[in-house]
C-alpha cells in the first residue's frame, strides 16, 4: 500500500516576466514504511516536490495539476492535498502530524528564542489532546529515544547551545513527536559532517523501524541513497529522469544522466590516473603570458612550505548571569607541523571546528598565531612568512594566493568580472591596462570561460562558474602556492568534477604547489597527493594517499573512513560502528593514541612518510 | 542578574558626572551670562540700571565666583533635588518644571501607547500581506504620514477639532481651568484637547514605526525556521505572532532607550504651534535667554534619561533574548 501517490505534478512560479515550470509531470509513490529518495541536483525541483506535498510552496508558487494522494493508513481514506487549501484546516492537521519534515541547516531550522522543549512540545499540543504536563512528559521521551543523554537537561535547552549534530536530533525529535506516516527528510545531513551524518541516517532509519513510517528522503548525494533508500526517484531540471528500485538504479542506470552523475562523483576505488567526467566538461587553455617565468631552478619535490609547531588559542567568556564568569581557553590550532613540497597538492582533512580554516588563516597571515612558525621556500631562499612587515609581507602575497569556500560572497557583487580578475595586477601595480586586459582574457580561458563575459557582473554566473572567477582572481599574480579552503563543497557533484578537475590541471601545467582544505575525504582523495587528517586542532595522520587510504592508524582516520558512504550497493556502511561520538574525542582514543597526564603526544613516522600521532615513549 | 544590574547602575554614574560638566560647559560658552542679557534689555528699554543691584544678584546667585565652584553647587545642589533658580520667571527651577513635566510625560505617555497600537498591527499587517492593495495602501498613508510636517498637520487638525468638535484653539485643556486646581472637569477637559496633540505628534512616529517593523518581520518571515513551524501544522496568526514577531521585537526594545529622552524633548515645534503647556517650548525658551540653570535642569533630565533608557533596553533585551543572555563572547 502507497502512503503518498503523487501523480502528474506540476508546479509553476509566477514572475514578472511570465510563469516558469519548475516541475512537470512528476508521478511517484511512496510505499508505506519504505524509503523513496529524491535524488538531484540544485535546481532539479527536488525540494518543491516536497513542499507541494506539505502545501508549504513559497507565495509565487502553486500548483497547476496533478494529484498528491495521501492515505495516512489503510483503514483511513486517501486524501488529495493538491486540492486543500495551503492554510486551511485539513491539510494542517496532516502537516507536522501525519507527514512531519526535516530541513537541511539544523542551525537554522529551530527558533533561537524558545527552548528544544517549548518547541517540541507545541507539535504535540498541536496535533494530540495533551495537557501541557501531558506533552513535556512525550517531548521528554521522544528526546531520549533521538538519543539525548539528558532529556531532562535538553528540554530547557536553546538550540543554539547544542552541537550540528544535536541540533539535528531535536529537529528529529519534533518531526517525529506525533508519530507521522510519512517523514519527508530535505537534506538532513548536507550541512553535517560524515561521522554526524552516519549517526543521523542510523538515527533516521532505527525511527523509521521503530514508528513504522514512510520516508521520502531528498537529497544531492548518491552515497547516501546507496545506504538507507529502497526506492530510487532521479529529478533533473523539473522532470523524473528515472525511477526504480535501489538495485536497478545502481546496477544499471539507463538515463545518460544518471550515468554522468555517477561518473562525476569521487570514489576511493579510482585507478591513479583515473579523471573524473563531469556532466558538462569545461575546456581549459594555458596562455603564453601565464606560462612566462615559470621556470624555476628549484625541481618538484624540494621544500617549498615549512609548518612548525603552530599553535593558536582562543579565549571564550562565559559571563553567566549568575555566578562567576568563567574564561575558557580553546586551542584551536594545537603545535602543528607539516611541510609542503614544490608541486604537490597537500590535503587537509577534517571535520568542522577542527581548526583546519584558522590554520590555513595563518598560513596567509591573515590571522597570527600564539607560537610557531611558517617558513617559504624558493629561489630567494627562505621567508619567515610570519615575521614579514609592511614592503616585504606586501611581496610575498604575490607568491601565496587563496581560494575561498563561498564563491557567492566572495566575489564583490557591485565589481565586473574584469575588474575582479584584475584587482590583483592593480594592487601590485603589475603592468599598463593593456597588459590586464590580455591577462584577464587569458585567465578566463585559462578557467574555462568565455571572455565575452567581461563586462557582466557576478551574479549573472552560476556558482560553479564563480569559483572559476576566484580561481582565476587567485593566479592572476601567478603565485606558486595557493590554499584552497574548501572550495567545493557548496558546488553540486557535476560542478565538483568540472572544478576538481580544474584545480588538477592547472596543477600540474602551472607547476602549483596546492593546500586544499576539505571535509570530504572522496575529494581530498581524488586531487591531493598527501593528506594530512586535523583533529581538535591537532594533526593526529600525515601520509601519502594511498597508504593513507589503505593503512589508517589512527582511530580518528578510521572512523572518519568508515563513516563516508559509498554510493556502492557492495559497500555499505557499517551503522554500527558510528553510532558513538567517541571517535573524535581525543580521552576516548585507544592506548597508544590517548595523552598521558604529560601530554606526551607527538607525530611518529611510522615509515615511507607515515606520520601518526601517538604517544612519544611508545614509538621509542 | 542582580550583580549585572548593580554594575550597570554603577558605570552610569561617571557618565553622567562626565555629561553634566559638558552640559555646564555648553550653557557656559555663549557670552555673557544671563544677567548681561537682562541689563542689555533693560537698557534698550531706556530704563536705568542700578549698579548695586546688579552687583547684588551676581553675588546672590554665585555668578562671580569661578568656573568650577559655580558649578559644585549646582551639581551638588541637583543630587539633593534642588535644580537652581530661574532668572526669568524668578521661581525655583523644581516649581516652574512641576506642572508641565506632568502634562509632558501625560501627553508622551498617551502618544507612544497610541503608535504602537496603531504601528503594530498595520506593521504585521503590512510583512504578511507583502504587495497587497492593503499593504501598499497603508503604505502610502504612513509615507503621507511620515513626508507632513508636524506643525502643518497641527494647524489642520486644530482647524478640523474647532469647526467640528467647538474644541478651543490650542493649549491642554480650556482656558478656564489654567491654573486651576484639578478637578474631574478639568481632567474631562484635558482629554478632551489630548487627542490633537497626540495625533500631530505620533503620526510620524508611527509611520516611521511601520516601516521598520515591517521590513524586520520581513526579514524574520524568510526565515527557516518560520518554515519548520508552517510544516508543524501552525496556523498562519498564531505562528507569526510566536516565532517572528517575537524575534522582530529586538530591534523595538533597543528602541526603548531613544524613547525616553523624547518624551522631554519631543515636538518642540509642535508643542508652540498648539501651545501646549509643556516643556519643550520652555527649553528652548530657556536656551535663548541664557536662563542656565532652568536650561541645565532639562539638558541634565535628557542625559538621565538616555542613560536610563539604554540600561532599560539593554536590560529588557536580556531578558528577551536568550542568545544575549547565554552565549560566550570571543576575547581577544
Given at each position: 500500500m502507497n502512503v503518498l501517490s503523487v501523480d502528474n505534478l506540476e508546479v509553476e512560479f509566477s514572475l514578472h516576466h511570465g510563469g516558469i515550470k519548475a516541475v512537470r509531470d512528476v508521478s511517484f509513490s511512496v510505499p508505506h514504511g519504505r524509503t523513496v529518495a529524491l535524488v538531484g541536483e540544485s535546481g532539479s525541483g527536488k525540494s518543491v516536490t516536497a513542499q507541494a506535498i506539505m502545501q508549504i510552496l513559497p507565495k509565487a508558487a502553486r500548483i497547476t495539476e496533478g494529484a498528491i494522494t495521501f492515505r495516512a493508513s489503510g483503514s483511513e481514506s486517501p486524501v488529495d492535498i493538491a486540492s486543500l487549501a495551503p492554510d486551511g484546516e485539513q491539510i494542517r492537521a496532516i502537516r507536522g502530524g501525519m507527514i512531519s519534515m526535516i530541513f537541511q541547516e539544523p542551525m537554522v531550522s529551530l527558533s533561537p528564542l524558545h527552548t528544544v522543549g517549548n518547541q517540541i512540545c507545541e507539535s504535540v499540543l498541536l496535533h494530540q489532546q495533551a495537557s501541557r504536563q501531558a506533552a513535556r512528559g512525550i517531548a521528554r521521551d521522544m528526546l531520549d529515544r533521538v538519543g539525548f543523554p539528558d532529556p531532562d537537561q535538553a528540554m530547557k535547552t536553546y538550540p543554539f547551545e547544542l552541537s550540528g549534530g544535536l541540533r539535528q536530533r531535536a529537529m528529529i525529535a519534533t518531526a517525529l513527536v506525533c508519530r507521522p506516516a510519512l517523514l519527508i527528510a530535505d537534506e538532513p545531513t548536507t550541512a553535517l559532517d560524515v561521522t554526524i551524518q552516519a549517526q543521523i541516517l542510523n538515527l533516521i532509519r532505527d525511527m523509521q523501524a521503530d514508528l513504522g513510517m514512510a520516508v521520502l528522503l531528498i537529497t544531492h548525494d548518491l552515497g547516501v541513497v546507496a545506504n538507507v533508500a529502497d526506492h530510487v526517484v532521479v529529478m533533473y531540471h523539473g522532470e523524473i529522469m528515472e525511477s526504480g528500485s535501489l538495485e536497478t538504479i545502481f546496477r544499471s542506470p539507463g538515463h545518460p544522466y544518471l550515468q554522468a552523475l555517477m561518473r562525476a562523483i569521487p570514489h576511493f576505488d579510482m585507478k591513479p590516473d583515473e579523471r573524473l567526467v563531469p556532466v558538462r566538461e569545461i575546456r581549459s587553455s594555458v596562455g603564453s603570458l601565464l606560462q612566462k617565468d615559470r621556470k624555476t631552478s628549484l625541481g618538484p619535490g624540494s621544500l617549498h612550505l615549512e609548518v612548525n609547531g603552530i599553535t593558536r588559542s582562543f579565549m571564550i567568556r562565559n559571563r553567566p548571569l549568575f555566578g562567576k564568569s568563567r574564561t575558557l581557553e580553546n586551542r584551536a590550532v594545537d603545535r602543528v607541523s607539516f611541510?609542503?613540497?614544490?608541486?604537490?597538492?597537500?590535503?587537509?582533512?577534517?571535520?568542522?571546528?577542527?581548526?583546519?580554516?584558522?590554520?590555513?588563516?595563518?598560513?596567509?597571515?591573515?590571522?597570527?598565531?600564539?607560537?610557531?612558525?611558517?617558513?617559504?621556500?624558493?629561489?630567494?631562499?627562505?621567508?619567515?612568512?610570519?615575521?614579514?612587515?609592511?614592503?616585504?609581507?606586501?611581496?610575498?602575497?604575490?607568491?601565496?594566493?587563496?581560494?575561498?569556500?563561498?564563491?557567492?560572497?566572495?566575489?564583490?557583487?557591485?565589481?565586473?568580472?574584469?575588474?575582479?580578475?584584475?584587482?590583483?595586477?592593480?594592487?601590485?601595480?603589475?603592468?599598463?591596462?593593456?597588459?590586464?586586459?590580455?591577462?584577464?582574457?587569458?585567465?578566463?580561458?585559462?578557467?574555462?570561460?568565455?571572455?565575452?563575459?567581461?563586462?557582466?557582473?557576478?551574479?549573472?554566473?552560476?556558482?560553479?562558474?564563480?569559483?572559476?572567477?576566484?580561481?582565476?582572481?587567485?593566479?592572476?599574480?601567478?603565485?606558486?602556492?595557493?590554499?584552497?579552503?574548501?572550495?567545493?563543497?557548496?558546488?553540486?557533484?557535476?560542478?565538483?568534477?568540472?572544478?576538481?578537475?580544474?584545480?588538477?590541471?592547472?596543477?600540474?601545467?602551472?607547476?602549483?604547489?596546492?593546500?586544499?582544505?576539505?571535509?570530504?575525504?572522496?575529494?581530498?582523495?581524488?586531487?591531493?597527493?598527501?593528506?594530512?587528517?586535523?583533529?581538535?586542532?591537532?594533526l593526529v595522520e600525515i601520509a601519502p594517499k594511498e597508504m593513507l587510504f589503505n593503512d589508517p592508524r589512527h582511530p580518528y582516520t578510521r572512523s572518519l573512513l568508515g563513516a563516508v558512504p559509498f554510493p556502492d550497493l557492495d559497500k555499505p556502511l557499517d551503522f554500527d560502528a558510528v553510532m558513538d561520538e567517541r571517535a573524535s574525542d581525543p580521552s576516548a582514543w585507544p592506548h597508544p593514541y590517548r595523552g598521558g597526564p604529560a601530554d606526551n603526544l607527538a607525530l611518529v613516522d611510522v615509515g615511507n612518510g607515515h606520520h601518526v600521532q601517538m604517544q612519544v615513549e611508545i614509538a621509542r | 542578574m542582580i550583580g549585572y544590574i548593580l554594575k550597570r547602575i554603577l558605570v552610569m554614574i561617571p557618565t553622567l558626572i562626565v555629561i553634566s560638566i559638558l552640559v555646564f560647559a555648553i550653557i557656559q560658552l555663549p557670552p555673557g551670562d544671563y544677567l548681561e542679557t537682562y541689563i542689555a534689555e533693560l537698557q534698550s528699554q531706556g530704563e536705568s540700571v542700578d549698579e548695586s543691584k546688579i552687583a547684588f544678584l551676581r553675588a546672590e546667585y554665585g555668578l562671580d565666583r569661578p568656573m568650577y565652584q559655580q558649578y559644585l553647587v549646582w551639581a551638588s545642589g541637583m543630587l539633593v533635588g534642588d535644580f537652581?533658580?530661574?532668572?526669568?520667571?524668578?521661581?525655583?527651577?523644581?516649581?516652574?518644571?512641576?506642572?508641565?513635566?506632568?502634562?509632558?510625560?501625560?501627553?508622551?505617555?498617551?502618544?507612544?501607547?497610541?503608535?504602537?497600537?496603531?504601528?503594530?498591527?498595520?506593521?504585521?499587517?503590512?510583512?504578511?500581506?507583502?504587495?497587497?492593495?492593503?499593504?501598499?495602501?497603508?503604505?502610502?498613508?504612513?509615507?503621507?504620514?511620515?513626508?507632513?510636517?508636524?506643525?502643518?498637520?497641527?494647524?489642520?487638525?486644530?482647524?478640523?477639532?474647532?469647526?467640528?468638535?467647538?474644541?478651543?484653539?490650542?493649549?491642554?485643556?480650556?482656558?478656564?481651568?489654567?491654573d486651576q486646581p484639578w478637578s474631574a472637569r478639568k481632567i474631562i477637559s484635558v482629554f478632551e484637547h489630548l487627542w490633537i496633540p497626540v495625533i500631530v505628534i505620533g503620526t510620524s512616529g508611527t509611520a516611521a514605526m511601520i516601516r521598520r517593523l515591517r521590513a524586520n518581520l520581513l526579514d524574520e518571515l524568510q526565515k527557516q525556521y518560520v518554515v519548520t513551524a508552517r510544516a508543524k501544522g501552525m496556523e498562519e496568526r498564531k505562528l507569526v505572532r510566536k516565532y517572528p514577531l517575537r524575534m522582530a521585537l529586538n530591534f523595538f526594545v533597543s528602541d526603548i532607550g531613544s524613547l525616553l529622552p523624547s518624551v522631554i524633548s519631543g515636538a518642540e515645534i509642535t508643542a508652540i504651534v498648539l501651545s501646549l503647556p509643556t516643556t519643550g517650548p520652555m527649553m528652548l525658551a530657556a536656551l535663548q535667554s541664557q536662563d542656565m540653570y532652568l536650561a541645565g535642569s532639562f539638558l541634565m533630565f535628557l542625559a538621565v534619561l538616555t542613560v536610563a533608557g539604554v540600561l532599560l533596553s539593554d536590560l529588557l533585551l536580556v531578558a528577551l533574548d536568550p542568545r544575549i543572555r547565554l552565549q560566550g563572547e570571543v576575547v581577544k
Open positions: 611541510n609542503v613540497y614544490r608541486g604537490e597538492c597537500f590535503g587537509l582533512v577534517g571535520e568542522s571546528g577542527c581548526g583546519k580554516t584558522t590554520l590555513s588563516r595563518i598560513l596567509m597571515k591573515a590571522l597570527s598565531p600564539d607560537a610557531g612558525s611558517v617558513t617559504f621556500h624558493d629561489e630567494s631562499g627562505a621567508t619567515d612568512v610570519l615575521g614579514l612587515q609592511d614592503e616585504d609581507l606586501f611581496g610575498f602575497r604575490r607568491k601565496l594566493q587563496f581560494v575561498f569556500q563561498d564563491p557567492f560572497s566572495s566575489l564583490n557583487p557591485r565589481m565586473t568580472v574584469f575588474d575582479i580578475i584584475r584587482e590583483p595586477l592593480v594592487i601590485h601595480r603589475i603592468g599598463d591596462s593593456d597588459h590586464h586586459v590580455r591577462m584577464v582574457r587569458e585567465l578566463m580561458e585559462l578557467v574555462g570561460l568565455d571572455s565575452r563575459f567581461l563586462n557582466r557582473y557576478p551574479h549573472s554566473f552560476s556558482g560553479g562558474q564563480r569559483q572559476r572567477l576566484g580561481i582565476a582572481r587567485a593566479l592572476a599574480l601567478k603565485p606558486e602556492l595557493i590554499i584552497c579552503d574548501e572550495p567545493v563543497s557548496a558546488l553540486d557533484v557535476s560542478i565538483q568534477a568540472q572544478i576538481l578537475n580544474l584545480l588538477k590541471d592547472l596543477g600540474s601545467e602551472l607547476n602549483l604547489t596546492t593546500i586544499f582544505i576539505s571535509h570530504n575525504l572522496a575529494v581530498v582523495d581524488y586531487i591531493a597527493d598527501r593528506i594530512a587528517v586535523m583533529s581538535r586542532g591537532r | 537652581g533658580y530661574s532668572f526669568e520667571y524668578n521661581l525655583p527651577v523644581n516649581e516652574v518644571i512641576g506642572d508641565r513635566m506632568f502634562l509632558t510625560i501625560a501627553i508622551s505617555v498617551v502618544t507612544i501607547l497610541f503608535t504602537w497600537m496603531i504601528a503594530f498591527p498595520i506593521g504585521i499587517y503590512s510583512a504578511t500581506h507583502q504587495y497587497s492593495w492593503g499593504d501598499y495602501g497603508l503604505s502610502f498613508i504612513g509615507f503621507i504620514g511620515l513626508a507632513t510636517p508636524n506643525f502643518l498637520l497641527a494647524l489642520v487638525m486644530l482647524y478640523l477639532a474647532n469647526v467640528y468638535f467647538g474644541t478651543s484653539i490650542g493649549g491642554l485643556m480650556d482656558p478656564e481651568f489654567i
